[in-house]
């Protein structure tokens, strides 16, 4: 029922990606490498679009493109497409994906989803269309699809649809496009055209503190909302002793959603107990649901008609305005409470997805009274800087975690760790949304989502779900009290390994291969060494012919690998869940 479900939303947004075709033609130019790109709007009104090649330099063209009217309104819906003919474009890459679909899908883009960029691969690994939008705020929709010329002719139309959900009234819109059809390998046509939207936006990352990269303990999946003063610092003391460094307390420990009250029935002692975790040597977070407000909250009644939506989300959450300063100020004055009065080292900050415009716009019925941005991407902005802002006033250097989706280049000024989405259990599903966030966050700190296994689980078993996401930071929410002791080794060895090779792991050039067949093999390499894990049994690995120290991990379920060296090919026992140095095999 689920899979129909997303399968029919992505249908969905597909057929509406490409809904608009015959919309009249308002701007076009030619591209060099592209052929004519055209600019289409259904209702213009009196807006004017100019769109202009920027000229190619090594197989990338950038395009300007400027929309503006007489006066304020809102900007109409417009898309921007071109027909490439090729019959190379065998893979489409979303970050947002967990499988690899077919090359004609849709995917969107916003400051709280994804990312403005659309990737395209061959079967060699190779890049062969990657095309990005310098706006990473507003909704862009992403769209492509087998277009026929005729009966013997046919390429691949790339669409991207702006404006297709409600915004701000605005006079003036200025955006650049660029397409890369470089050969080089397609992860780093991605992570180059990510740099670029950063370039060109201004809008850089926020550089890590090394606390960012330590080996993580959340409370999420052992104790969800159950989790208590007594209980945490158990698992804590157990978790430093294995090796991890930052932990965080998740849902559970408030009193309420919008007010955040301290649930003093099961922390009864916060100040206290933050400070016997700190002596313990571990950073202490707290995680935070921004947008949230319920109808119990002491605060409600103040805020009622400051809401984004006028009902609530399927949790009864209702969601505040962040367009209000008064919206604003009360989320920064308590989070700025919480990390003075108890001494978090950071926050958690979840949910930031749900700040979204909806139909009908509370406040445009009294023309925005009271806000000072009819914006929403643009007030959610506002709030991240000066959540950001009024921290480092009172910590420089706090720990902020933001989770998949929102991963662009506009949460990434103000967040210093990125998590992969919510995947208990599911080995696969981690390493395609680490290994995604690894591609497009350069210069981040990339997490995993918390690992969570059962006491009766092999100790290799364990190890692979650890290799599984050894290229990111590791978070764990394993229920630490009665591990086995072959689980406790394997923690402890692995996070030594982590620690042993980390300029490796996560500042190495990322190698990540074959994102179309779930990334059987990845590597990362520096200067004088290369990791290699291999992820999939009777993969053949292919070393290459250099003086590089060769580290070899078997994440498979089998107890032997397959390598080709310049001798040929060999096949070298090792363990599942366990790793070997090559040198020994006199490679």
């Not at 007489?70 to 947002?96: G, I, M, Y």
Request: charged fraction near 30%; glycine fraction near 4%.
């Amino acid at each position: 029922m689920g899979m129909n479900f997303r399968f029919i939303l992505a249908l969905t947004a597909f057929q509406f990606a490409f809904s608009s075709s015959a919309a009249t033609p308002v701007a076009k130019c030619e591209s060099l490498l592209a052929g004519e790109v055209i600019v289409f709007a259904e209702n213009a009104g009196e807006w004017s679009f100019n769109l202009k090649s920027n000229g190619v330099k090594n197989n990338i063209e950038e395009f300007s493109l400027i929309a503006q009217a007489p006066d304020v309104s809102t900007t109409p819906e417009f898309s921007v497409e071109f027909l490439l003919k090729r019959s190379d474009l065998q893979h489409h890459w979303d970050p947002s994906a967990e499988r690899f679909p077919c090359s004609w899908t849709a995917q969107d883009s916003s400051f709280s989803t994804g990312l403005p960029i659309r990737a395209n691969f061959d079967d060699e690994e190779m890049n062969v269309a990657t095309w990005a939008v310098s706006d990473a705020l507003n909704m862009i929709k992403f769209a492509t699809r087998i277009n026929m010329v005729d009966e013997n002719d046919h390429g691949v139309k790339f669409r991207a649809v702006f404006f297709s959900e409600p915004s701000a009234p605005a006079k003036r819109y200025e955006t650049k496009l660029r397409l890369d059809m470089r050969r080089v390998f397609w992860a780093d046509a991605i992570s180059d055209s990510v740099k670029w939207i950063a370039d060109v936006s201004s809008r850089y990352p926020t550089v890590p503190p090394e606390s960012a990269y330590w080996p993580l303990y959340s409370s999420w999946y052992v104790f969800r909302s159950n989790v208590t003063q007594d209980a945490m610092e158990r698992e804590i003391e157990r978790a430093a002793k294995l090796g991890m460094k930052v932990a965080i307390l998740d849902d559970g420990w408030q009193r309420d959603r919008g007010a955040w009250a301290i649930n003093t029935d099961k922390f009864p002692d916060m100040k206290g107990h933050v400070g016997r975790v700190k002596k313990m040597g571990v950073k202490y977070m707290l995680w935070f649901a921004l947008p949230h407000v319920r109808k119990y909250s002491p605060v409600f009644e103040e805020f009622k008609d400051m809401l984004l939506w006028e009902g609530p989300d399927q949790w009864n959450d209702y969601i505040f305005d962040p367009r209000y300063p008064k919206v604003r100020k009360h989320i920064v004055n308590r989070l700025v409470e919480l990390a003075r009065d108890y001494g978090f080292d950071g926050f958690k900050l979840d949910f930031i997805d749900q700040f979204v415009m909806r139909y009908p716009d509370p406040p445009a019925k009294d023309n925005y009274k009271g806000c000072d941005t009819k914006s929403v991407p643009e007030a959610t902005e506002k709030l991240l800087k000066e959540i950001r802002d009024a921290l480092d006033e009172v910590r420089p250097g706090m720990l902020i975690e933001f989770r998949q989706r929102y991963i662009g280049p506009v949460v990434r000024q103000y967040g210093n760790m990125l998590r992969a989405n919510d995947c208990p259990g599911d080995y696969m599903a981690n390493r395609y949304r680490t290994l995604a966030l690894r591609v497009i966050s350069p210069g981040s700190a990339v997490h995993s989502d918390m690992l969570l296994w059962r006491n009766d689980d092999k100790a290799s078993d364990v190890k692979r779900q650890i290799w599984n996401v050894i290229f990111s930071v590791v978070q764990y929410s394993a229920y630490l009290k009665d591990l086995p002791e072959e689980h406790k080794k394997a923690i402890r060895e692995t996070i030594k390994f982590a620690e042993e090779h980390r300029d490796t792991l996560l500042f190495g050039r990322l190698i990540p291969h074959h994102p179309e067949l779930g990334y059987p093999c990845v590597e990362a390499e520096s200067a004088e060494k290369r990791i290699v894990v291999v992820y999939q049994s009777e993969w053949i690995t292919k070393i290459p012919d250099d003086s590089k120290r060769v580290i070899l991990v078997n994440a498979t379920t089998a107890d032997s690998l397959v390598i080709e060296t310049k001798g040929g090919f060999k096949r070298i026992n090792v363990k599942s869940g366990e790793y070997t140095e090559l040198e020994s095999y006199g490679l």
